[in-house]
T-cell receptor
């Protein structure tokens, strides 16, 4: 079992560009949550996907959007990148047993220049 | 609203001494509490969690945490610190429902001095 896998591990984008981050959940998990961890901060909840729908959302602008595919994998899209979007983006997967059984991926380090 | 407070940005402990990393929480309902550790350029690694039952929870690498409902605290402890314990530690809380989110503290950097 590969656990939660995220790609890419690192990337550098220019301000104003768009970026797509990917997450494959742990086998048997159907719910994917995304978190942003800015430097020196704890992870902040962005949104959660279940059954290909956004189920709840944190305090992030509409520039942040996502998608979940039928195989439960997920993408996080960020448009019109700002320097402040530079962060570690973490994906967590879980199932009907509850979010307290969530597993986290290793994250994608996004640098906006 | 749920929240987690880690009052110390940094904790310094000599190797071999006991360590404590503090955490308090605020949640309406029965909390599920977690500790995660993060090493440089790495994701989150799960250490331990409290769901219900015994207030003293034992986790990975010799860490333990004590749930104190009256003080709404969940401090992380280890009897004897190792240099390799140096890392960033996050306390987190959730209500544990299927569609809930995990709320994290801002983190405490633990330095174990040789």
């Amino acid at each position: 079992d590969a656990g939660v896998t995220q790609s890419p591990t690192h990337l550098i984008k220019t301000r104003g560009q768009q970026v797509t981050l990917r997450c494959s959940p742990k086998s048997g998990h159907d719910t994917v949550s995304w978190y942003q961890q800015a430097l020196g901060q704890g992870p902040q909840f962005i949104f959660q996907y279940y059954e290909e729908e956004e189920r709840q959302r944190g305090n992030f602008p509409d520039r942040f959007s996502g998608h979940q595919f039928p195989n439960y994998s997920s993408e996080l899209n960020v448009n019109a990148l700002l320097l402040g979007d530079s962060a570690l983006y973490l994906c967590a997967s879980s199932n009907g047993q509850g979010i307290h059984r969530a597993f986290f991926g290793q994250g994608t380090r996004l640098t906006v220049v | 609203a749920q929240s987690v407070a880690q009052p110390e940005d940094q904790v310094n402990v000599a190797e071999g001494n006991p360590l404590t990393v503090k955490c308090t929480y605020s949640v309406s309902g029965n909390p599920y509490l977690f500790w995660y550790v993060q090493y440089p350029n790495r994701g989150l690694q799960f250490l331990l969690k409290y769901i219900t039952g015994d207030n003293l929870v034992k986790g990975s690498y010799g860490f333990e945490a004590e749930f104190n409902k009256s003080q709404t605290s969940f401090h992380l402890k280890k009897p004897s610190a190792l240099v390799s314990d140096s890392a960033l530690y996050f306390c987190a809380v959730t209500l544990g429902n299927r569609d809930d989110k995990i709320i994290f503290g801002k983190g405490t950097r633990l330095h174990i001095l040789p």
